[in-house]
């Protein structure tokens, strides 16, 4: 398998800075051999690249993107713990959260922004499990939140 940083490249996207914590924790942690990260939001260059609910404003199409941006900024949470993208073993689970109007119900469409590029970076070892929640609100009214839990080699 390629370098996941070098399936990104062919993806054309690249890991960002870690974005910067909203409140008081750190954006990622490592016990033992697995790493969790903070939910982390749609943030491009320090500011969320959509805002409010998916179903209303939002359309599950840019929700999906925005899914994608968690998951890129989760990976760079994950890379400064491990050093290396490459010591990712496994993405073991993915857990998005989607604010979304009542009648929403499109949640999984949403969170495959996240799995499917997962699954493109990492091939078999991005298969995972997976949460897909609706929720009223997420902080600075963020449409998505993604965390990941990964297994390091």
């Known amino acids: ?10 993806l054309g996207l690249k890991l960002p800075d870690v974005a910067k914590p909203v409140a008081a924790y750190v954006p990622a942690i490592r016990t033992g051999n697995l790493v969790y990260t ?19 404003e939002v359309s599950a199409e840019v929700a999906s993107d925005c899914a994608q941006q ?16 490459a010591n990712v073993a496994r993405v073991v ?19 495959n922004g996240a799995s499917e590029l997962i699954g493109q970076v990492f091939g078999e070892a991005g298969q995972h499990a997976r949460s897909a929640v609706g929720v009223p609100v997420l902080p600075l009214d963020a449409p998505v939140e993604v965390e990941l839990i990964v297994e390091v080699a």
């Open 1 to 10: 398998m390629s370098h996941p940083e070098e399936k990104l490249t062919e």
């Open 38 to 56: 903070s939910g982390q939001l749609p943030l491009r260059d320090g500011t969320l690249i959509a805002t409010g609910k998916v179903g209303g």
């Open 70 to 85: 968690c998951a890129l900024n989760a990976l760079a949470a994950v890379k400064a713990q491990i050093g290396d993208l």
């Open 93 to 111: 689970k993915v857990v998005a959260f989607i604010a979304s109007t009542p009648d929403f119900t499109g949640q999984p469409q949403v969170a």
